[in-house]
C-alpha cells in the first residue's frame, strides 16, 4: 500500500508540473503583446518595449518559468496587472463565496441523491424507480446556466424568498450567509445529484443482486441492514468517486454560476481577469482550479484503499 501511494504522490507531482507549463503558457496562448495590450494603441514603440523590459518579457521564457515556478512554490503567483495586490492575495478574497457554494452544493446533492437511489434500486422497475430515472435523465440533459436562470425566475423573481444576486460573507452572519448562497448552491447541487442518483441506483442495484445479499436476507438479516450495512458499503467505491470527481466539477461549475447571480468568486474574477487581459490572475486560477481537481482525484485513489480492502492487496 505505502508504494502504490508512493507511486501516486510522484504521479501528482508529474502532472502538477506538467500544468504549471500549460497554465505558464497562457500569456503566449493569448496572443498578441501583453504590454501594448496594457498601454493601450497610444503608446510608442519606446513605451512599450520599456514595459515588455520591467515586465521581463523580453527574457528567455525558460528563464522566466523558472523564476514564476520558484515563486509558485513559495506562495508567490506574481502581481496583478491591474489590482495594487499580489495575485494570491486576490484569489485569497475571492475565494470564500465559490469555496461555499461548492461545499454547500455538495452537500444538497449527497443529502438528494444517496436516498433516492438507494430507494429506486430497491424498487427496481416500481413508479418510484421511473420517477427516479426520469429525474436523473432530465437533470443531466438540462444545462446548468439553464436551471439556474429557472431557479432564479422563481425563488428570487416570483416567490421572492431569496436573492437573485449579492453575496454576504460568514462573518456577517451565517443566516444572511446562507441566505445568499443558497439558490446558487442549489443550481449546481440539483443538478449534480442527477448523477449521482444514477450512479448510485446502478451501484447498488449489481451489489444488491449478488449471492451474499440474498444469504444474508436468507439468514434473516432485515432489509435495512443489509441495505445500509452489506450493500451501500460495497457500492461505495463508485459512489465516492462521482462524489470526489463532482466536487472539482461543482468547483469549476461555480465560476459559472458565480456568474449569474453575481457573487463575486473566481468565476466573477476569472470574467473581469479576462476582460482586462490581467493574465498572472488567469494563471493563478487556472492554476488552483486544475491543482484542486488533480488533489481530489489523489484523495478519492487513498480514500478506494481505505475503504476497499481488495484495492490494498492489489496495490
Given at each position: 500500500?505505502?508504494?502504490?501511494?508512493?507511486?501516486?504522490v510522484a504521479g501528482l507531482f508529474v502532472v502538477l508540473f506538467i500544468v504549471s507549463i500549460m497554465v505558464f503558457l497562457l500569456l503566449y496562448l493569448a496572443g498578441g503583446d501583453i504590454a501594448h495590450v496594457l498601454l493601450g494603441d497610444g503608446a510608442t514603440a519606446q513605451q512599450v518595449q520599456a514595459l515588455r523590459e520591467s515586465m521581463g518579457l523580453d527574457r528567455p521564457i525558460v528563464t522566466r518559468y523558472g523564476e514564476w515556478?520558484?515563486?509558485?512554490?513559495?506562495?508567490?503567483?506574481?502581481?496583478?496587472?491591474?489590482?495594487?495586490?499580489?495575485?494570491?492575495?486576490?484569489?485569497?478574497?475571492?475565494?470564500?463565496?465559490?469555496?461555499?457554494?461548492?461545499?454547500?452544493?455538495?452537500?444538497?446533492?449527497?443529502?438528494?441523491?444517496?436516498?433516492?437511489?438507494?430507494?429506486?434500486?430497491?424498487?427496481?422497475?416500481?413508479?418510484?424507480?421511473?420517477?427516479?430515472?426520469?429525474?436523473?435523465?432530465?437533470?443531466?440533459?438540462?444545462?446548468?446556466?439553464?436551471?439556474?436562470?429557472?431557479?432564479?425566475?422563481?425563488?428570487?423573481?416570483?416567490?421572492?424568498?431569496?436573492?437573485?444576486?449579492?453575496?454576504?460573507?460568514?462573518?456577517?452572519?451565517?443566516?444572511?450567509?446562507?441566505?445568499?448562497?443558497?439558490?446558487?448552491?442549489?443550481?449546481?447541487?440539483?443538478?449534480?445529484?442527477?448523477?449521482?442518483?444514477?450512479?448510485?441506483?446502478?451501484?447498488?442495484?449489481?451489489?444488491?443482486?449478488?449471492?451474499?445479499?440474498?444469504?444474508?436476507?436468507?439468514?434473516?438479516?432485515?432489509?435495512?441492514?443489509?441495505?445500509?450495512?452489506?450493500?451501500?458499503?460495497?457500492?461505495?467505491?463508485?459512489?465516492?468517486?462521482?462524489?470526489?470527481?463532482?466536487?472539482?466539477?461543482?468547483?469549476?461549475?461555480?465560476?459559472?454560476?458565480?456568474?449569474?447571480?453575481?457573487?463575486?468568486?473566481?468565476?466573477?474574477?476569472?470574467?473581469?481577469?479576462?476582460?482586462?487581459?490581467?493574465?498572472?490572475?488567469?494563471?493563478?486560477?487556472?492554476?488552483?482550479?486544475?491543482?484542486?481537481?488533480?488533489?481530489?482525484?489523489?484523495?478519492?485513489?487513498?480514500?478506494?484503499?481505505?475503504?476497499?480492502?481488495?484495492?490494498?492487496?492489489?496495490?
Amino acid at each position: 500500500m505505502l508504494r502504490a501511494l508512493a507511486t501516486r504522490v510522484a504521479g501528482l507531482f508529474v502532472v502538477l508540473f506538467i500544468v504549471s507549463i500549460m497554465v505558464f503558457l497562457l500569456l503566449y496562448l493569448a496572443g498578441g503583446d501583453i504590454a501594448h495590450v496594457l498601454l493601450g494603441d497610444g503608446a510608442t514603440a519606446q513605451q512599450v518595449q520599456a514595459l515588455r523590459e520591467s515586465m521581463g518579457l523580453d527574457r528567455p521564457i525558460v528563464t522566466r518559468y523558472g523564476e514564476w515556478i520558484i515563486g509558485v512554490l513559495q506562495g508567490d503567483l506574481g502581481d496583478s496587472l491591474y489590482r495594487r495586490a499580489g495575485v494570491s492575495e486576490v484569489i485569497f478574497q475571492r475565494l470564500e463565496p465559490t469555496v461555499s457554494i461548492a461545499v454547500l452544493a455538495q452537500i444538497i446533492a449527497i443529502i438528494i441523491a444517496i436516498p433516492l437511489g438507494i430507494a429506486s434500486a430497491r424498487r427496481v422497475n416500481s413508479p418510484l424507480d421511473g420517477a427516479v430515472t426520469t429525474y436523473t435523465m432530465i437533470g443531466m440533459a438540462t444545462p446548468g446556466f439553464v436551471f439556474a436562470l429557472l431557479l432564479a425566475m422563481l425563488f428570487a423573481l416570483k416567490l421572492r424568498i431569496l436573492p437573485i444576486a449579492g453575496y454576504v460573507p460568514i462573518s456577517g452572519g451565517l443566516g444572511e450567509w446562507l441566505h445568499y448562497i443558497l439558490l446558487p448552491s442549489l443550481s449546481l447541487g440539483i443538478i449534480h445529484s442527477a448523477f449521482l442518483t444514477r450512479m448510485t441506483r446502478s451501484s447498488m442495484l449489481d451489489v444488491l443482486s449478488q449471492d451474499f445479499i440474498r444469504t444474508a436476507l436468507a439468514k434473516g438479516a432485515s432489509m435495512m441492514r443489509v441495505v445500509y450495512g452489506h450493500a451501500l458499503k460495497n457500492a461505495a467505491i463508485p459512489i465516492i468517486t462521482v462524489i470526489g470527481m463532482g466536487f472539482a466539477g461543482l468547483v469549476t461549475g461555480a465560476l459559472v454560476t458565480e456568474t449569474i447571480f453575481n457573487v463575486p468568486g473566481l468565476g466573477k474574477l476569472m470574467v473581469e481577469s479576462i476582460d482586462r487581459r490581467d493574465i498572472p490572475v488567469i494563471q493563478g486560477v487556472v492554476l488552483l482550479v486544475t491543482a484542486t481537481f488533480i488533489l481530489i482525484n489523489f484523495l478519492v485513489d487513498v480514500l478506494y484503499m481505505v475503504i476497499d480492502p481488495r484495492v490494498r492487496q492489489s496495490a
